[in-house]
């Protein structure tokens, strides 16, 4: 098994509440499989939303690629921000002993 950590941002069409920052990092906690790394980003001005999170998988990074979009969606989605796009991405494979 190998972790993988997956960073992303999204665009929301409509605008953000003053919870959605909130509702996103409980939403990234509660979602099974995954581990939240660093801060829950919201930028309520621009719409935008970042994240990044860790996840273990048993073959390679394409199956961290397809897991880690599914992931980054469902917390989206967990955060009741339906309408929110993935516009960037990024996977790569984690190192144990970092701190980040």
């Given at each position: 098994m190998s972790e993988y950590v997956i960073r992303f941002t999204a665009e929301n069409p409509g605008d953000l509440d003053a919870a959605a920052t909130e509702r996103l990092a409980t939403a990234a906690r509660a979602i099974p499989g995954?581990?939240?790394?660093?801060?829950?980003?919201?930028?309520?001005?621009?719409?935008?939303?970042?994240?990044?999170?860790?996840?273990?998988?048993?073959?390679?990074m394409a199956e961290a690629a397809r897991d880690g979009g599914r992931l980054?969606?469902?917390?989206?989605?967990?955060?009741?921000?339906?309408?929110?796009?993935l516009?960037?991405?990024?996977?790569?494979?984690?190192?144990?002993?970092?701190?980040?």
């Open positions: 995954t581990r939240p790394l660093g801060r829950v980003m919201v930028d309520r001005d621009r719409r935008r939303i970042e994240a990044e999170f860790a996840i273990d998988v048993e073959q390679a980054a969606k469902e917390m989206l989605l967990a955060a009741r921000m339906p309408e929110a796009r516009v960037e991405m990024s996977v790569r494979m984690g190192d144990i002993n970092s701190t980040d």
